[in-house]
């Protein structure tokens, strides 16, 4: 039953029909709020419920410090505007995590992510065609596709089309119904890349080009990965759209760095917990265009040590699969070459998304935790299915972890002095 909602909610979250300005009569109820709560109480009758893995504490956390890190600035009030904006995220991922433990509900919400992200790639050519979409949106800047409510960003649309690219990729590997199945996925994916053309978003141009490289990684090794990306973004750069306006010295690209300088100066004057959540704007005009500096400069080092090491956590999860050397006989089996195709699936997704969002400021959008959620619950199920594949604990990474968050801030320091000195 769970599962059930939670897959209604995502729906609900991707296709937004409730954000139709001609439906807007319709869903005047909060059908959002409902379907996650009748989620919320499915899971909490259901059994076999466990909060080991370490995502669970460090969301927690993060939601404490958000709601801290307004009364340390000076607005009591704010805390309870955190935990009304970035509670029902966590009560999400909570869900998801917990209803895609086998590979059939991952194989099943990978497909209602790849669908929907189809049906918003299409929306986008006819957008492109008729200069406004079924939803009565016109195009951002006369140029760019955008849908409505959290994607009425084009940024935004191109991350989802990114992040749903290798699922749909994976989906058609699957074969079936004489290989229309196959060619089914594969003309969405071709859907999903024009779509990401029509974003023209920088970000995602470079996701994609960080797919095509971790792919070949996998594959190839690192020096195959390394030509054939900086091929891959040569190329990009050759086609009309803003890819050419790629420049350091570009106003754009230098108005990002420039945020991204200020975002450390904040940070240096509030290293603990930060400016405060939302607050960046309120200090600098031009957001941070960066999700790692903007969870740095809002929440301060405690937040972002959280927020870091809740990210890389579902890396290091594709990661020990890939890396697992299973028993002869159990490497042959269909089941393990699936478990590690869902694992090279859901580690280009990772990949996608934060490449795109290294350049946007997406630290608590929705999606990011979507995806972390999926991971996790595939990664849940993967060592029931593989006992012998490591459990993670925070309580054996105490030492390392900080340390290499910290070593990320510094690496921060020095990528922006290093582009304000050739800029």
């Known amino acids: 039953m769970s599962f059930f909602f939670i897959q209604l909610y995502l729906i609900l979250v991707l296709i937004r029909p409730q954000d139709y300005p001609q439906w807007a009569d319709e869903f005047s109820f909060p059908i959002l709020p409902t379907v996650l709560g009748i989620a919320l109480l499915s899971w909490l009758v259901s059994a076999g419920k466990s909060l080991s893995a370490p995502q669970y504490p460090l969301l927690g ?45 991952v194989t099943l919400t990978m497909t209602v992510f790849a669908l929907c992200a189809g049906v918003l790639a299409v929306y986008g ?96 090794g690192i020096i195959w990965a390394a030509v054939l990306g900086s091929c891959f973004v040569v190329a ?27 975002g450390l100066q904040m940070f240096s004057g509030h290293p603990i917990f930060g400016v405060g959540a939302g607050n960046f704007t309120e200090i600098n005009p031009l957001t941070a265009h960066n999700s790692f500096v903007l969870v740095l400069a809002e929440t301060g080092i405690i937040g972002y040590m959280l927020w870091f090491i809740f990210v890389c956590y579902g890396f290091r999860m594709t990661m020990a699969v890939l890396h697992h050397n299973p028993e002869p006989a159990d490497a042959a089996t269909p089941a393990w070459k699936t ?31 979507l995806l972390t959620a999926l991971v996790l619950g595939w ?13 993670f604990e925070l309580s054996r990474d105490l030492i390392r972890w900080p340390l290499i968050a910290v070593a990320s801030v510094a690496g921060l320091y020095v990528i922006v002095k290093l582009l304000m000195l050739t800029g």
């Open 61 to 105: 956390v993060f939601l404490v410090v958000l709601m801290l890190s307004k009364l340390v600035n000076g607005w009591a009030g704010g805390m309870l505007e955190q935990l009304q904006l970035f509670g029902p995220i966590v009560v999400v991922f909570l869900l998801l995590a917990h209803a895609t433990s086998t590979v059939r509900r």
């Open 125 to 220: 050519i006819e957008q492109v065609r008729n200069g406004i979409g079924w939803t009565g949106q016109p195009l951002s800047q006369e140029t760019r596709i955008q849908y409505v409510g959290i994607f009425n960003d084009p940024n935004d649309l191109g991350l989802l089309f990114v992040m749903c690219l290798p699922m749909a990729f994976y989906l058609s590997t699957r074969g079936g119904f004489m290989g229309l199945r196959r060619l089914f996925w594969l003309a969405l994916a071709a859907a999903l890349l024009w779509g990401i053309f029509l974003t023209n978003s920088r970000g995602a141009f470079v996701a994609v080009a960080v797919l095509v490289a971790v792919f070949v990684w996998r594959r190839r």
């Open 236 to 262: 990009m750069m050759a086609l009309p759209s803003r890819m050419q306006e790629l420049d350091v010295d570009e106003e754009s690209a230098f108005g990002r760095i420039d945020a991204w300088y200020e």
């Open 339 to 369: 478990e590690r195709s869902l694992a090279t699936t859901l580690l280009l997704a990772q990949a996608g998304f934060f490449a795109a969002a290294f350049f946007l400021s997406r630290s608590y959008v929705i999606l990011l935790y």
């Open 379 to 391: 990664y849940t199920g993967a060592r029931e299915r593989w006992p012998a594949l490591p459990r």
